[in-house]
């Protein structure tokens, strides 16, 4: 039996990605921006196993076995073994992996129930372990192609730190890839809390949400065409000139844009409740006080916020969410690493 194992952080999009013009190789409408949480924080380990002894692909998912069947990992294991295969028929003495089953272990380290999208780091972390144990000699940016078909948010969690998701123009999607902007350590007192508005699964998943966005939103179309293009190029050169406050404009006027995309789609789409605009008044309102942007929300495809802030802000920060937040519940899981700390925690809406 020969295995493989690695890990694949969470990455929170400070620029969405939320519209594809091919649903089949998830090719998006436009390019997205994220920032990927430490190995140590929020991740997905996954371990790939092949042998001429399995009789079928299983899967394991958080110590359950679950199905392998669906399309979307289908295609990701179809194109792996294709690579794979083109370096057995290279050289004759390889093993022919590509013919062998595959048992694949996969954990998270945090609790599901933390609403977080988990998918772009499951499918990063399956796509990278097979690879791994393929031994393909591919780059990050050319195995992110494979990640982006089981998830398209998945191509970015291959890489840490500040990452982009280049559109790309091409039908058949070899140039929508992930590229990185900037490694972790460029902004090391960046950091992100999480509050955990709701736990509950999210009543629109994000796959058929974008489709009616897609065909019904005329914002949507001013979005792609006039707001993201800019906003892409901005971005980028805000994290390689560290400027948290233009960053942080960006990172929530494009939260507020890709929400009122979904308020525009028919019927609408509501993800963010009471508690995530309390959230956004407050953000709002501490950068007001301090009359300095200390602080930038940003919501996916739920109700709950991760707030980017730096290290020498965070007493400020913190001093407000706790005024706000007198209920809050309980530290629910505390994630630690030198560069960039994730905090989960719950408030009663
Ligand atoms: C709002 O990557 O989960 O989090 O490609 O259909 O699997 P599929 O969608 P997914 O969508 C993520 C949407 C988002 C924004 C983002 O992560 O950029």
């Not at 500040?162 to 490694?183: I, L, N, Q």
């Not at 914002?219 to 906003?231: A, G, H, N, Y």
């Not at 709002?284 to 980017?308: C, M, R, S």
């Amino acid at each position: 039996m020969y295995i493989a194992s690695t890990t694949a952080p969470v990455n929170i999009a400070t620029l969405k990605y939320w519209g594809k013009r091919d649903k089949t190789l998830n090719l998006p409408t436009n390019s997205s921006i994220s920032v990927t949480l430490s190995q140590e924080d929020l991740r997905t380990l996954t371990s790939a196993a092949t042998s001429e002894t399995f009789s079928e692909d299983q899967l394991w998912l958080n110590g359950k076995l679950e199905s392998l069947a669906s399309e979307r990992t289908q295609m990701c294991l179809a194109d792996l073994r294709q690579l794979r295969a083109e370096l057995e028929s290279q050289d004759d003495s390889l093993p022919k992996f590509s013919q062998w089953k595959l048992h694949i272990v996969s954990e998270n380290n945090f609790p599901t129930a933390a609403g977080l999208a988990s998918s772009a780091a499951g499918f990063s972390a399956l796509v990278v372990a097979i690879a791994k144990l393929y031994k393909l000699p591919q780059s990050m940016s050319e195995i992110s192609k494979i990640a982006r078909k089981g998830s398209g948010s998945a191509c970015r969690s291959l890489f840490g730190g500040y990452v982009a998701w280049e559109m790309g123009v091409e039908e058949d999607g070899s140039d929508s890839k992930a590229v990185e902007v900037a490694p972790l350590e460029h902004w090391d007192n960046m950091k992100a809390v999480i509050l955990v508005v709701s736990a509950d699964k999210k009543d629109t998943p994000s796959t058929s949400g974008m489709q009616t966005t897609v065909h019904t939103s005329d914002l949507f179309q001013w979005r792609i065409k006039e707001v993201v293009p800019t906003r892409f190029e901005e971005m980028k050169k805000s994290i390689v000139e560290k400027n948290f406050p233009v960053f942080a404009d960006l990172t929530m006027k494009d939260s507020n844009s890709f929400h009122a995309t979904c308020l525009d789609s028919f019927p609408p789409i509501f993800y963010l409740n009471d508690t995530s605009k309390k959230i956004i008044k407050l953000v709002h309102a501490i950068n007001e006080f301090y009359k300095e942007t200390i602080a930038a929300y940003t919501f996916d495809a739920g109700p709950n916020a991760v707030i980017y802030y730096e290290s020498q802000n965070e007493s400020k920060l913190f001093a407000f969410l706790y005024k706000l937040f007198g209920k809050v519940s309980g530290w629910e899981s505390k994630y630690t690493t030198e560069s960039l700390t994730a905090f989960t925690t719950e408030f009663e809406t």
